[in-house]
């Protein structure tokens, strides 16, 4: 006790040596509150943010991770229904809504290696007596990809390291082909499902996925269960759909799966492997890496097995026989509802989802037994009086492991409700300890600071934001000194805010904490509770944080006057895009000029080993110069209509304005990010339309910022990426002609003096 009352004296003039000295100043009112309901507000917050019961959450994620909860499990279910109770127990309107979706899981696997040697996988995760959910034999899904195609094929192999395009290129220049070949990949940098897409894309009859020690096993760390990494025999499932093209059901792109919808027929249904894919441990992948001869890999594709790794082709062959049960599976998402009391049809959302491969206590239930203790002390503010401006939506999503199924299902089917009344989405998934991350829209980068600045580090004691600015700082981030606000970063894919920002358009924040817990137990039988009670946060007390940081930004959005949007940044945000893609258009001009020359003056060929040779790469086309005054100009345009908009907001504090003329102001700011949605959608895949968010062609969950013109240049479509800066333009001008409009509104409300 002593010691801690100690470092809390100590700790704030360190914390003033992190912070730029604009935030040093007493902290303005809350952003988007008058001086006097700001007041009430933190006082409602002080009060709920001492509720959060570490026990609790302990407590409930014994519970839900007691045994498989996969999509179409018994367990899944109770799980649902137990959900749905705890909900209602605290008083919100809870409901459960199910949806029928086409779920495959194995009826056949088998992998052989038929030569030179004979060797039979043994694709199985071994009972450890130290974890007592790991026998759970009879209710686990075995180790597969869901969305693989059944095949049946004997080939030979060829190791084609993480699989991405790169790797194929290199491949190419070494005279090696994997037409008609089943390729073996190493799990990491990709995203998995690229994997078996770009390996089809080049000929490629079936595709196995390993993990490579040096990636999350021996090489990183001690092993499961005497550490947290993963064991020689541990696999990580998961799902192979081409999610990049669109997410949820693939019988049922853009509608929800509902009695009664019309369904693709499974043939058709793009987003499917056309190839068998099967993961594998690195104890089975072992003696089909050292069967193979050929080249020796290059440096950087050599893992942390034992062997000589090689490309191949030679003597190896694969026989690999997969087949699936292809039925429709029941899924149960559980909503749950507070109304609001004077904007019942404003929406804040916040989800995170209930379903695991197997036991799933890291992923996901980590961050849903912090969902529910927020829920909870939500409840118990209503008791006390407390009532949210705005309604409250909760949800525990199911099916977000094969294809962020129930998110984006639930988003489909009541998509125009959506568009009309949604006006946040805060979602969380796995939760460990660390430092608080947040990605997002950027119009909410300003109020994520903000929170960060008022929830405590549970192990240090500082504010999670001064903690984060501390670990930039450290690796060399300049900025991170002398910015007011710390940049978040943009959402991709992988987790259940892919529908309601990338599709439907709503302001969206991603949280969490992590960093300080590694391991590499993914998808595996062994993210347990015995594994997370061990190795990552082991006290739940980050578990506590996250429920405290998550469900401050709820009630703040909630029961805000004016919604806490901030274009600023947005603008800043925007406008960096646009440098990275001038920096990428000429260096892509510059590569491609010295990649000519370099053949022209048969640099290659002299430069080539005559015992290792590879061919030289093929002369491409120059790069034409792009147009980006569009983009620029839009950019010019938003900055005025922010620095407009934040001048009236600062009048906010001390103002009496109506609740009706700030309802106006709202409905304009609500459609903040829908304004920058593209009409048709993305080249190629028009399910996702966010101008400057999506996830990569080529990287599943990473993302690309004005994807359109970015992958346009990347691909060297030149046309493409002209039509596409002017496309991201207009979406701009709509945007800050909504931003104009807004404080225009805004300056009528609060009697602010516009801008000269």
Do not use: C
């Not at 179409?72 to 127990?89: C, H, I, M, T, V």
């Not at 089975?284 to 790794?309: C, E, K, S």
């Not at 608080?436 to 929830?455: K, M, P, T, W, Y």
Request: charged share 25%.
């Amino acid at each position: 006790m002593m010691k801690h009352a100690l470092r809390a004296l100590a700790l704030p003039v360190a914390f003033l040596l992190l912070i730029p000295a604009a935030s040093t100043r007493e902290d303005p009112p809350l952003r988007g509150f008058t001086t006097a309901s700001a007041k009430i507000q933190r006082e409602w917050e002080a009060k709920f943010r001492a509720m959060p019961d570490p026990a609790r959450m302990r407590e409930a994620m014994r519970r839900l991770s007691l045994r498989p909860h996969h999509l179409g499990s018994p367990y899944g279910k109770d799980n649902a229904e137990w959900l749905r109770a705890q909900f209602a127990s605290y008083g919100f309107d809870a409901t459960i809504e199910r949806f029928d979706v086409l779920f495959p899981t194995p009826v056949t696997r088998v992998l052989e290696l038929v030569a030179p040697t004979k060797f039979t996988a043994r694709l199985d995760e071994p009972v450890l007596k130290e974890d007592p959910t790991s026998n759970q034999k009879g209710e686990q899904l075995p180790t597969y990809n869901a969305y693989s195609a059944d095949g049946d094929v004997t080939a030979p192999l060829v190791y084609v390291n993480y699989g991405v395009p790169a790797d194929y290129d290199l491949l190419e220049r070494q005279g090696v082909s994997v037409k008609g070949a089943i390729v073996i990949a190493r799990y990491g940098g990709s995203w998995r499902g690229i994997k078996p897409k770009v390996a089809y894309e080049h000929g490629a009859v079936g595709a196995l996925i390993y993990s490579d020690p040096k990636d999350d096993g021996f090489v990183a760390g001690e092993t499961y269960p005497a550490g947290p990494f993963r064991p020689k025999d541990g696999v990580q499932r998961g799902s192979v759909l081409d999610m990049p093209t669109y997410p949820g059901d693939p019988l049922t792109p853009d509608i929800g799966a509902v009695p009664g919808a019309t369904r693709l027929d499974r043939k058709d249904a793009v987003t499917i492997m056309k190839i068998p894919v099967m993961p594998i441990s690195w104890a089975d992948a072992q003696p089909l890496l050292a069967a193979l001869t050929g080249p020796v890999a290059p440096p950087a594709w050599r893992g942390g097995l034992p062997i000589t790794y090689r490309v191949g082709p030679g003597a190896a062959r694969v026989h690999l026989k997969l087949a699936f049960d292809w039925t429709l599976k029941p899924m149960y998402n559980v909503i749950a509802k507070l109304p609001g009391s004077t904007h019942p049809d404003e929406w804040v959302l916040r989800g995170n989802h209930h379903d695991g491969w197997v036991n799933g206590a890291e992923d996901p239930i980590s961050g849903l037994v912090a969902e529910l203790e927020e829920a909870r002390a939500l409840g118990e503010l209503v008791k006390q009086g407390w009532r949210p401006k705005r309604t409250i939506i909760y949800a525990a999503w199911d099916g977000e492991e094969p294809a962020l199924l129930g998110s984006t299902e639930w988003v489909e089917q009541h998509q125009v409700e959506l568009r009309q009344k949604g006006v946040f989405y805060l979602n969380t998934d796995s939760n460990g300890r660390g430092m608080f991350g947040v990605d997002g829209s950027h119009s909410l980068e300003r109020f994520a600071n903000e929170v960060s600045r008022d929830i405590i580090d549970p192990e240090t004691g500082a504010p999670v934001g001064t903690r984060e600015r501390a670990s930039r700082i450290s690796g060399g981030n300049k900025e991170a000194r002398t910015r007011s606000e710390l940049r978040i970063g943009a959402l991709g894919s992988g987790s259940d805010f892919t529908p309601f920002l990338q599709h439907v358009g709503i302001p969206t924040l991603n949280v969490g904490f992590g960093g300080e817990d590694d391991g590499g137990i993914y998808h595996s039988i062994y993210d347990s509770f015995a594994w997370y009670t061990r190795f990552s946060d082991t006290s739940f007390v980050y578990g506590r944080a996250l429920a405290q940081a998550a469900g401050t930004m709820i009630m703040r959005v909630a029961s805000a006057d004016v919604l806490p949007a901030e274009f600023g940044n947005l603008s800043e945000t925007a406008r960096g895009y646009i440098t990275e893609l001038k920096t990428l258009r000429e260096n892509t001009a510059k590569d491609i000029e010295e990649l000519n020359r370099q053949i022209a003056d048969g640099v290659f060929a002299l430069v080539n080993d005559p015992r290792r040779p590879m061919t030289a790469p093929r002369a491409q086309a120059s790069a034409p110069v792009l147009n980006f005054a569009p983009l620029e100009n839009a950019s010019v345009s938003l900055d005025s209509a922010a620095a407009k908009f934040e001048r009236a907001y600062g009048a906010l504090p001390a103002s009496n304005a109506a609740a009706a003329s700030l309802a106006q102001v709202n409905a304009l700011l609500r459609q903040g990010d829908q304004v920058l949605l593209l009409p048709d959608g993305l080249p190629r895949r028009p399910w996702y339309r966010h101008s400057l968010y999506a996830p990569g062609y080529y990287t599943g969950y990473g993302v690309k910022t004005m994807p359109g013109v970015r992958e346009a240049i990347e691909q060297k479509d030149w046309k493409l990426a002209d039509a596409e800066i002017l496309r991201i333009a207009a979406a701009l001008l709509r945007e800050s002609d909504l931003v104009t409009r807004s404080a225009a509104l805004l300056e009528q409300a609060v009697g602010a003096r516009p801008l000269p």
